[in-house]
């Protein structure tokens, strides 16, 4: 890969002053109020004369689009997102909207999830705009509003009021870029693929009364059974072309036997026996299941309206992820074979799953960037088991790719967790690997 330089002294000073500037406006949504964030990266897109302009909905909710002009080729996009999660001060080490440089990590909310990627492609704009780098492409910048609560006043109303401006080949965007190991075998997570929410409310029914006449017919206990069943209870495997990407790629640089203990986790009858040799009861080894079925996660109880009354329904409400290539009606399905027809099933809300090819110009590149800067680590193709704004491009036909490269240790189930933080030595890490990406794919 032939690369023009980059300047990473000054590249790196842009991104640790980007990045505690961003964390610093509150953004948390609800209710989000995005415009202040988009407002701060116009204000460096125009000192810098970067082509660049806000959109949105309403004045509060604004995302920022920036173009950089080049060739003829089909435009990259590089997309992150403005809003965060709300975050309570009182349980934090530092104030989560401080932006605080300390023990050489950026603390606050939003330094993983995900103004990281915001102000790194911030910096990387501002570096091929001063170096004045010749591309063969547009290079499309957009961080969005609302990608926390659906999209719908950030990227959907983008491509839907600006669809012109959104037109690219592939877009670079979050939710991958982990590193972790198995069997002293480093790896890094691309994403090539999403599920989709499945929101579902399930209701029992039963005899009402005086609560100091017990009965058998308790709506409340045969909702209680019911949940114990599904927290207890795998849903069918279903395996995607990323799942097996990821389980190919697992193996491909293990040792035998290993590796065919790691082949085995994509069999039906031997999956969680060597899911557990090969992982264990780690981290890694939920997400992995999460990315072979369906699942549904209880998240909200409902019943009764005094303490000395039975209730006559009782009803729960279930956080459902489907895979790709699974529809909202074969999860009903499948809930319903699990509990029994005398639950009523409602749909409350759903989307479409998404999937990108593995292999790619794209993925190509973005391998052969990280073992410059890395050496021997792999990138597999990875399901993240959640949704981001990817969904909404994935429709259109965009290769979408979710890669924010990290080192091994960075603490990336913070994510939405209290004590969000990022090292600083991974945000130099990732400017050198996102740096190279675009020299592979947009320099001229």
């Given at each position: 890969m032939a690369a023009f330089p980059?300047?990473?002294?000054?590249?790196?000073?842009?991104?640790?002053?980007n990045l505690t500037e961003l964390v610093r406006i509150d953004t948390s949504n609800p209710p989000g109020n995005e415009t202040r964030a988009a407002?701060?990266?116009?204000?460096?897109?125009?000192?810098?004369?970067?082509?660049?302009?806000?959109?949105?909905?309403?004045?509060?909710?604004?995302?920022?689009?920036?173009?950089?002009?080049?060739?003829?080729?089909?435009?990259?996009m590089l997309l992150s997102h403005l809003d965060v999660v709300p975050a309570?001060?009182?349980?934090?080490?530092?104030?989560?909207?401080?932006?605080?440089?300390?023990?050489?990590?950026?603390?606050?909310?939003?330094?993983?999830?995900?103004?990281?990627?915001?102000?790194?492609?911030?910096?990387?704009?501002?570096?091929?705009?001063?170096e004045n780098i010749p591309l063969k492409r547009d290079i499309i910048f957009a961080a969005t509003a609302d990608e926390e609560m659906g999209g719908e006043k950030g990227i959907k109303w983008l491509l839907e009021n600006h669809p012109r401006e959104m037109n690219a080949g592939f877009c670079l965007n979050e939710g991958g870029g982990w590193s972790f190991q198995v069997n002293n075998r480093?790896?890094?997570?691309?994403?090539?693929?999403?599920?989709?929410?499945?929101?579902?409310?399930?209701?029992?029914?039963?005899?009402?009364?005086?609560?100091?006449?017990?009965?058998?017919?308790?709506a409340i206990l045969d909702l209680a059974s019911i949940l114990n069943i599904i927290g207890n209870t795998s849903l069918p495997m279903h395996l995607t072309s990323t799942a097996e990407a990821f389980i190919k790629g697992l193996a491909q640089k293990q040792p035998f036997p290993f590796s065919s203990i790691i082949k085995l986790i994509g069999n039906r009858t031997f999956s969680e026996r060597m899911l557990k040799q090969s992982l264990g009861n780690t981290y890694e080894a939920r997400v992995v299941r999460?990315?072979?079925?369906?699942?549904?996660?209880?998240?909200?109880?409902?019943?009764?309206?005094?303490?000395?009354?039975?209730?006559?329904?009782?009803?729960?409400?279930l956080d459902g992820r489907i895979l790709p290539g699974q529809s909202p009606d074969n999860f009903i399905k499948e809930i319903q074979e699990l509990v029994g027809e005398e639950v009523e099933i409602e749909k409350i809300r759903s989307g479409t799953p998404s999937e990108t090819s593995p292999q790619s110009v794209m993925s190509s590149i973005i391998r052969e960037a990280l073992r410059e800067c890395r050496g021997e680590t792999e990138v597999v193709p990875f399901l993240l088991p959640g949704a981001t704004d990817a969904r909404y491009l994935r429709s259109l036909g965009i290769g979408v790719y979710g890669f924010f490269p990290m080192l091994p240790g960075e603490d990336y189930h913070l994510a939405h967790g209290i004590n969000e933080n990022i090292s600083i030595k991974t945000l130099d890490f990732a400017l050198q690997v996102m740096w190279k990406v675009l020299d592979g794919y947009c320099f001229a």
């Open positions: 980059l300047n990473l002294e000054r590249a790196h000073k842009n991104l640790l002053t407002q701060y990266i116009q204000h460096i897109f125009q000192r810098e004369g970067i082509s660049c302009k806000l959109a949105g909905p309403d004045p509060d909710r604004c995302s920022v689009l920036a173009r950089i002009k080049g060739g003829d080729d089909p435009p990259l309570r001060a009182t349980e934090w080490k530092y104030h989560p909207f401080g932006g605080v440089d300390a023990g050489g990590k950026i603390w606050g909310r939003g330094a993983m999830d995900c103004k990281n990627l915001a102000a790194l492609w911030v910096s990387l704009m501002i570096e091929i705009k001063r480093e790896y890094h997570l691309l994403n090539t693929a999403e599920k989709s929410v499945c929101w579902l409310k399930l209701t029992t029914h039963g005899t009402s009364g005086h609560a100091s006449i017990p009965t058998s017919r308790s999460a990315m072979l079925r369906n699942t549904a996660t209880p998240t909200k109880l409902k019943a009764g309206y005094k303490s000395n009354v039975i209730p006559s329904s009782a009803s729960a409400e």
